[in-house]
Nanobody, 119 residues
């Protein structure tokens, strides 16, 4: 079992920045990668970014490349999403998720944190 707790959401003006955090606890030694997803009202959940836990390799959706950066602190079992140059279309509930070794799907999800970008 892995527990994930997100923090750092809020209200920001367009062009501003926020940093989301996701703290993992439990069987963190079995985590293969951690991802960030978001879901806007009336839309499906979409991939934002992910990071390979051991090697630190990162992947970002085209819509956020150059603006968002995923990183992790292994000692703190925490993954971050630095979001710069925010746009109103980035408004959504952001979720972090953990994929365990030898599994293909993200099996653990946080409760979500709201990010609202005003124009």
């Amino acid at each position: 079992q892995v527990q994930l707790v997100e923090s750092g959401g809020g209200l920001v003006q367009a062009g501003g920045s926020l940093r989301l955090s996701c703290a993992a606890s439990g069987r963190t030694f079995s985590i293969a990668d951690m991802g960030w997803f978001r879901q806007a009202p009336g839309k499906e959940r979409e991939f934002v970014a992910r990071i390979i836990w051991s090697g630190g390799i990162t992947y970002h959706a085209d819509s956020v490349k150059g603006r968002f950066t995923v990183s992790r602190d292994i000692a703190k079992n925490t993954v971050y999403l630095q979001m710069n140059s925010l746009k109103p279309e980035d408004t959504a509930v952001y979720y972090c998720a953990a994929r365990m070794m030898h599994l293909n799907e993200y099996g653990y999800w946080g409760q979500g944190t709201q990010v609202t970008v005003s124009s």
